[in-house]
């Protein structure tokens, strides 16, 4: 059921996942089709999430903006006290600007690598961190032996800190163990995303892989053909799946797999390292006294990629 | 001798890898139901392509760690490419063995051919050279007007009438008896072939054909009212084989115990279509899942392609063939059905009649012939039971009746 509708107000609008922003000519959005977004958030109960660029919008625009309650997903360069998830494309940032902030931070196999030492700093400051693997699909053997490592040392970090007294929120290694079921991207199935051309698409990716892509438009509504395939339940590796924190990455899906419901092997293993690496992590805090006693303890597992023992389920 | 035929289990069903290379996209012939939309005359394959595919393929044990291994061959028409098949087959046992590879002792060459160059010498040597591992089918449709209806020359005849090819094959057909006497061979019923389904059966079995494997197309041809004229027809010749005893010693695939019942959604979700499990290699090195998910197979879809004989195999694009199950791509419809076994689906042509691009949605077209053929089917074994009953003959019957597992298309 549709729960979310995400607004692309500019071309330029921040990426807060794993997909790039190619357009690089600001277009905003028109207003007509602005006030036709939130109106169709307003009929269908959708919670809206405004993207923004990194410029300042007409008065106008925030005006309009402001008629419904929504979230704002800006960059870096927009952050102001109006920044409900903030963006960082990489790893230049002002730490100090961050107290409290949701920080969803963009970053290569190869970047994580190099600077995840910096990340126990940044928890200490914001509310939360997504790290975002913006070329998860292109996971090379290498690549996963180091984000073992470097999902090691997080783990040390985070624990750390809840030794500390502190409560962070770092989406690979803690969301797992905060969650009793799949907690997915779900693009398609409860959310979907209006871009500045007035159409409806499956997420910003979409729309930036190809315009034509469209599930319909503002003005004539939604309209997804085999809409079930969104859904976790036609997933057949997905539902038996429980890397619960996993984005489910259904673009990624498309573009390795060539099916939404198929996630690739990548996908797949990055989602279990953290997975695997969430485990330690309860673990050891639960070795030091009690912690999510309502939360079962995640099991250990021989595999990394769940389509290995797709076929058993059947 | 069991007191009623059924179909042979075909070739270490279930345990091989069927590999399969398009030869060619060239065919004499211009079928009318033929699937196979592009066919061309420009894309052969070369020796280097072939001999590519079979280094990668034999190479790469461990990733075809099945039994046994069909190596098949299909067009267009095949055996237009004789001199390329047999020098491929020399290749194929000649590394086999110098690989020590585990299909060495355990392979089979496959050929669905339309019949037609089947006397001719160099086609006939390749026989003889490799009959203890051949596995050939010669398509014939039935009677002269039933074949001829859809299965005519590209050509024209002088007059500018069709020019159907039955006389050119069925002269074939005691030759392919002699060296394979349990031939069995493939007929297709689209629309306009529905009255003539009795008597093409009984003729083929008058040619000495005692298998006979028939099927409705999956494309979405069918009229209003066929599936009547279906149902008639499948009852007519229920009659004539129970009537005539041909069940003894003839087989004809419409007729199974297995079809017509209810599936479990947990315990029968398995797929129908072995596509993914196979691979299909094309002239230009391309692998696909199934000769169906190239691009001269396709109405409305691009192929599928899954890697190439230079890259390998991208095994991403293999995981949704091998995650597919039955419930996941069935419409309401099929899940409530209550004679949904034995309704068979196409893994291509549900792509190609989808609505999106994914082989993720099961095409109905067929919906309304299955259901007659299952009524057919319900008539066919309620008058051969009572038969075999009042002959005495139920009881050994049911002893000593074999499993039938379903077989990938």
């Known amino acids: ?314 | 001798m069991g007191i009623i035929k059924t179909k042979e289990a075909s070739w270490q069903s279930g345990v091989a890898k069927n590999i399969t290379f398009i030869v060619t996209k060239d065919c004499q012939l211009a079928c009318k139901y033929c699937y196979l939309v592009g066919k061309n005359e420009k894309e052969q394959m070369s020796w280097e392509t072939a001999k590519a595919a079979i280094d990668y393929i034999l190479s790469h044990e461990d990733e075809f760690r099945e039994e046994s291994v069909i190596w098949d061959f299909i067009g267009g028409e095949p055996f237009m490419e004789i001199d390329l098949i047999d020098k491929i087959c020399d290749y194929l046992k000649t590394e086999m063995f110098r690989l020590n590879h585990h299909w060495f002792n355990s392979y089979r060459f496959s050929f669905s051919t339309n019949g037609i160059n089947y006397h001719t010498p160099k086609v006939q040597e390749f026989i003889k050279k490799n009959i203890s591992h051949l596995s050939i089918g010669i398509t014939i449709d039935g009677t002269e007007r039933k074949h001829d209806l859809n299965r005519i020359y590209k050509q024209n005849n002088p007059d500018g009438s069709e020019h159907g090819s039955y006389q050119d094959v069925v002269r074939n057909i005691p030759l392919w008896l002699e060296q394979f006497p349990g031939g069995s061979t493939k007929v297709t019923i689209s629309s306009a072939d529905i009255p003539y389904i009795k008597e093409s059966v009984l003729h083929l079995y008058s040619l000495g054909i005692h298998e006979v494997n028939i099927n409705c197309v999956f494309e979405d041809v069918w009229q209003e009212g066929d599936d009547r004229l279906f149902e008639d027809q499948l009852m007519q010749l229920a009659d004539a084989i129970i009537d005539g005893g041909y069940y003894t010693d003839y087989a004809c695939s419409f007729f199974s115990e297995n079809i017509g019942k209810p599936l479990d959604p947990i315990l029968e979700n398995q797929n129908w279509c072995g596509a993914g499990k196979m691979l299909a290699v094309d002239a230009a090195g391309m692998f696909y899942p199934c000769t169906r998910f190239a691009g001269y197979s396709l109405r409305e879809k691009k192929p599928i392609i899954i890697g190439n004989v230079r890259d390998g195999i991208d095994k991403n694009k293999l995981r949704p063939f091998l995650t597919l199950d039955r419930t996941t791509q069935s419409p309401q419809q099929c899940l409530d059905c209550e004679v949904a076994s034995g309704c068979a689906w196409c893994q291509g042509e549900n792509y190609d009649a989808a609505e999106t691009s994914t082989v993720y949605q099961r095409a109905t077209a067929i919906c309304l012939m299955h259901k007659a053929r299952v009524r057919a089917n319900n008539y066919y074994w309620n008058r051969l039971y009572r038969k075999l009953e009042l002959e005495g003959q139920r009881e050994e019957y049911e002893m000593n009746k074999r499993e039938v597992k379903p077989v990938d298309c």
């Open chain 1, 1 to 314: 059921m549709l729960q979310y509708l995400v607004i692309l107000l500019d071309d330029t609008s921040t990426s807060y996942c794993h997909y790039g922003v190619n357009k690089k000519e600001r277009k905003l959005i028109s207003l007509d089709h602005l006030r036709q977004g939130i109106r169709l958030g307003m009929v269908e109960n959708l919670m809206i999430q405004f993207v923004y660029p990194d410029y300042n919008l007409p008065q106008e625009y925030l005006d309009v903006i402001d008629t419904i309650d929504h979230s704002n997903i800006k960059p870096m360069a927009a952050l102001d006290n109006d920044t409900d998830i903030v963006t960082i494309d990489g790893w230049s940032y002002d730490a100090s600007k961050l107290k409290d902030a949701v920080v969803a931070l963009l970053t290569s196999w190869k970047q994580l690598n190099e600077n995840h030492g910096k990340l126990k700093d940044l928890l200490a400051v914001v509310q939360r961190l997504n790290v975002v693997i913006t070329d998860v699909e292109r996971m090379s053997d290498s690549d996963r032996e180091q984000y073992k490592v470097v999902l090691e040392t997080l783990c040390k970090d985070v624990e750390a800190l809840y030794v500390d007294g502190k409560s962070p929120q770092l989406n690979l290694l803690t969301d797992r163990m905060m969650l009793s079921a799949m907690n997915n991207c779900n693009a398609g199935d409860t959310t979907v995303t209006l871009a500045p051309n007035g159409k409806l698409y499956i997420c910003p990716a979409f729309y930036y892989e190809n315009e034509d892509d469209c599930v319909g438009d503002v003005v004539n509504g939604l309209d997804i053909k085999n809409k079930q395939l969104y859904r976790l339940d036609y997933a057949p590796i997905c539902r038996k799946c429980d890397a619960w924190q996993c984005r489910r990455c259904i673009w990624i899906n498309r573009k390795t797999t060539l099916e939404v419901n198929t996630p690739s092997h990548e996908q797949c293993v990055a989602a279990h390292l953290d997975r695997n690496a969430s485990r330690d992590l309860m673990l050891s805090l639960r070795s030091k006294g009690t912690f999510l006693p309502d939360k079962e303890e995640i099991k250990e597992i021989t595999y990394l990629d769940p389509f290995e023992i797709a076929t058993q389920w059947k």
